[in-house]
């Protein structure tokens, strides 16, 4: 069954902006921190940005400091990446994932490793090309 379902991604050129969705159709948000991950080919996932639903409190990865907001809207029960100023190095898939006990900063540095996160999505695929 699918619980969090990412959209938005696609193909832009350098210095390009994106807005990612993360929807939770079938559960409400309320009680997560949500974060946003990305895989480049190669390479291990990582945490770029990770929000605690409930207050709004907020967690960068240095790399994406400055370019990278994510925001959330409970009215949609969705949380948003916008990414701005893209780079080729950017490009990688982006997964959302959803889980009601780690805090924002451990949701990102350790998310990835994390086996008893409560939800991950499929994932879109971001691609920063000219």
């Known amino acids: 069954q699918v619980q969090l379902v990412e959209s938005g991604g696609g193909l832009v050129q350098p210095g390009g902006s994106l807005r990612l969705s993360c929807a939770a159709p079938?559960?409400?948000?309320?009680?997560?921190?949500i974060g946003w991950f990305r895989q480049a080919p190669g390479k291990e996932r990582e945490g770029v940005s990770c929000i605690n639903f409930s207050d709004g409190s907020t967690y960068y990865a240095d790399s994406v400091k400055g370019r990278f907001t994510i925001s959330r809207d409970s009215d949609k029960n969705t949380v948003y990446l916008q990414i701005n100023s893209l780079k080729p190095e950017d490009t990688a898939i982006y997964y959302c994932?959803?889980?009601?006990?780690?805090?924002?900063?451990?949701?990102?540095?350790?998310?990835?490793?994390?086996?008893?996160?409560?939800?991950w999505g499929k994932g879109t695929l971001v691609t920063v090309s000219s």
């Open positions: 079938g559960f409400t948000l309320d009680y997560y921190a």
């Open positions: 994932a959803a889980d009601s006990h780690l805090g924002v900063q451990a949701m990102c540095v350790m998310g990835p490793y994390y086996d008893d996160m409560n939800y």
